[in-house]
């Protein structure tokens, strides 16, 4: 599977020179990401397929005798999870995604109790993971340091594919994975997600996940994007840029409430100051840009509203209790849709199509 890496053929250095698409060829191989690094390493048949293929492996999942056989998927597999940076959704997402392929996983989620507190390179403690295991899943606050890592193992005798499970404030691939799963569930009576309007509220100068999901919706005809925020911490120009590249249309604004009614999808977002080291962001007063319980009456009754969490107050504790409230389906969307991108790393997807179709025949 690991064979002819383009990546032997580029200094990190050159590398580091490339635009992000300029970076995509290096990751695929056959067609497919061999890592999962960035979200325009996606397009748009293959976010189809992965979408079809975490629905498969969930239905088949309703069984013992379907459980069985995927935790018997990968079971010759481990997998490293180098968290450094907090995380409990993602970890745990990730974690039980490799308990349902029969993996088994170790984990660093404190980096001073790794031979870092010694001086000890980061990449030199993942290239000794990578001599341990067959798959490095990796949170990182720095941007770019899981593709540099990528880089660094393709170069390597024994070059095993990376997840990215957060890149400093840049990227979270994964979880735009399981956003737009999300999207084609709560839209596949209403004609999937083409066509269709989503707001992204709250701090989207920092939210990493806006970033990822704004990029793939692009590959959607007539998908309209609200950015609401504050002026502080509104949407960054490099993804506008992308977006204009793309011919998506979109809006800047801060009348939120007048977006409402417009919208498909209200994805919210919370005040990220763990980046803030002046802490200026929790002077701003965001109140007016919260998804209060009144709210739902300007909803459109096919609406939804997501979250990437994890919340504070921007969404009211009454909402929960709407079947419009889709951010605990996020939830258990990003398990599904892990294991569906594990199984296409591994080359074990064609196994589950052939289960499935006996199992619906």
């Not at 067959?134 to 340091?145: A, C, N, Q, T, Y």
């Not at 911490?233 to 801060?254: F, N």
């Not at 997501?306 to 889709?326: G, T």
């Given at each position: 599977m690991y064979k002819e890496n383009p990546l032997r053929h580029i200094s990190w250095a050159d590398f580091q020179q490339?635009?992000?698409?300029?970076?995509?060829?290096?990751?695929?191989?056959?067609?497919?990401?061999?890592?999962?690094?960035?979200s325009q390493q996606f397009d748009r048949s293959y976010l189809e397929w992965l979408g079809d293929l975490a629905t498969h492996v969930?239905?088949?999942?309703?069984?013992?005798?379907g459980m069985r056989f995927l935790q018997d998927l990968c079971a010759e597999k481990r997998a490293m999870l180098y968290f450094a940076q907090p995380s409990t959704r993602t970890f745990l997402s990730f974690y039980a995604a490799c308990q349902i392929l029969g993996m088994k996983t170790?984990?660093?989620?404190?980096?001073?109790?790794?031979?870092?507190?010694k001086g000890e390179s980061q990449e030199d403690s993942v290239r000794t993971f990578s001599s341990y295991f067959d798959l490095i899943i990796m949170r990182h606050p720095?941007?770019?340091?899981a593709e540099r890592i990528a880089w660094l193992l393709s170069n390597t005798?024994?070059?095993?594919?990376?997840?990215?499970?957060?890149?400093?404030?840049?990227?979270?691939?994964?979880?735009?994975?399981?956003?737009?799963?999300?999207?084609?569930?709560?839209?596949?009576?209403?004609g999937g997600i083409d066509g269709k309007s989503i707001a992204f509220v709250g701090d989207l100068a920092r939210g990493r996940t806006v970033r990822?999901?704004?990029?793939?919706?692009?590959?959607?005809?007539?998908?309209?994007?609200?950015?609401?925020?504050?002026?502080p911490l509104q949407i960054g120009p490099d993804i506008l840029e992308l977006l204009d590249q793309a011919g998506m249309v979109y809006e800047v604004t801060d009348a939120f409430e007048e977006i409402i009614p417009e919208a498909d999808a209200i994805y919210m977002t919370r005040i990220q100051d763990e980046w803030d080291q002046a802490q200026e962001s929790r002077a701003l007063d965001t109140s007016g840009f919260h998804?209060?319980?009144?709210?739902?009456?300007?909803?459109?009754?096919?609406?939804?509203?997501?979250?990437?969490?994890p919340r504070r107050n921007e969404i009211d504790p009454e909402v929960d209790a709407d079947p419009r409230a889709k951010y605990w389906r996020q939830v258990r969307n990003g398990m599904w849709i892990r294991v569906a991108l594990m199984l296409t790393l591994f080359q074990r997807d064609q196994e589950v199509d052939r289960y499935y179709a006996d199992l619906i025949s």
């Amino acid at each position: 599977m690991y064979k002819e890496n383009p990546l032997r053929h580029i200094s990190w250095a050159d590398f580091q020179q490339l635009s992000v698409r300029e970076r995509v060829p290096y990751f695929t191989r056959e067609g497919l990401p061999c890592h999962a690094l960035f979200s325009q390493q996606f397009d748009r048949s293959y976010l189809e397929w992965l979408g079809d293929l975490a629905t498969h492996v969930r239905k088949i999942a309703k069984t013992r005798g379907g459980m069985r056989f995927l935790q018997d998927l990968c079971a010759e597999k481990r997998a490293m999870l180098y968290f450094a940076q907090p995380s409990t959704r993602t970890f745990l997402s990730f974690y039980a995604a490799c308990q349902i392929l029969g993996m088994k996983t170790a984990e660093v989620r404190d980096t001073a109790t790794s031979s870092e507190i010694k001086g000890e390179s980061q990449e030199d403690s993942v290239r000794t993971f990578s001599s341990y295991f067959d798959l490095i899943i990796m949170r990182h606050p720095v941007g770019g340091f899981a593709e540099r890592i990528a880089w660094l193992l393709s170069n390597t005798d024994r070059p095993v594919p990376v997840i990215s499970a957060g890149s400093g404030k840049d990227q979270h691939p994964t979880q735009a994975l399981l956003d737009v799963y999300t999207l084609q569930r709560s839209f596949a009576k209403q004609g999937g997600i083409d066509g269709k309007s989503i707001a992204f509220v709250g701090d989207l100068a920092r939210g990493r996940t806006v970033r990822s999901l704004a990029a793939l919706l692009s590959l959607y005809k007539g998908v309209k994007a609200y950015f609401v925020a504050p002026e502080p911490l509104q949407i960054g120009p490099d993804i506008l840029e992308l977006l204009d590249q793309a011919g998506m249309v979109y809006e800047v604004t801060d009348a939120f409430e007048e977006i409402i009614p417009e919208a498909d999808a209200i994805y919210m977002t919370r005040i990220q100051d763990e980046w803030d080291q002046a802490q200026e962001s929790r002077a701003l007063d965001t109140s007016g840009f919260h998804f209060k319980a009144g709210h739902l009456s300007l909803l459109k009754p096919t609406g939804i509203i997501m979250h990437p969490l994890p919340r504070r107050n921007e969404i009211d504790p009454e909402v929960d209790a709407d079947p419009r409230a889709k951010y605990w389906r996020q939830v258990r969307n990003g398990m599904w849709i892990r294991v569906a991108l594990m199984l296409t790393l591994f080359q074990r997807d064609q196994e589950v199509d052939r289960y499935y179709a006996d199992l619906i025949s």
